[in-house]
């Protein structure tokens, strides 16, 4: 079978440029967290990869990102636990 990629629709457009808007802001906020502590970083940035996950899993829907950011964000929560 011959595979031939899906032709640029607004739409799809739309949900690539979101996406990397989405990664660009969750870059430049954390910078901004210099007074986090490491598992407060954790959790944020556990919940920015999981919303970037969640948008392109989905095709970009409000329910993955936002679900994707919420499983990302317990994630990154409880793997940098104190112990």
Do not use: F, N, Y
């Amino acid at each position: 079978m011959k595979h031939t990629p899906l032709p640029a629709t607004p739409a799809r457009t739309l949900s690539t440029a979101a996406t990397v808007v989405l990664a660009l802001s969750t870059t430049l906020l954390l910078g901004a967290c210099s007074g986090m502590s490491h598992q407060e970083k954790s959790t944020a940035v556990g919940a920015g990869v999981g919303a970037i996950g969640g948008a392109i899993l989905t095709g970009g829907s409000t329910a993955g990102t936002l679900g994707g950011a919420a499983v990302g964000g317990v994630i990154g929560h409880e793997v940098d636990k104190p112990k």
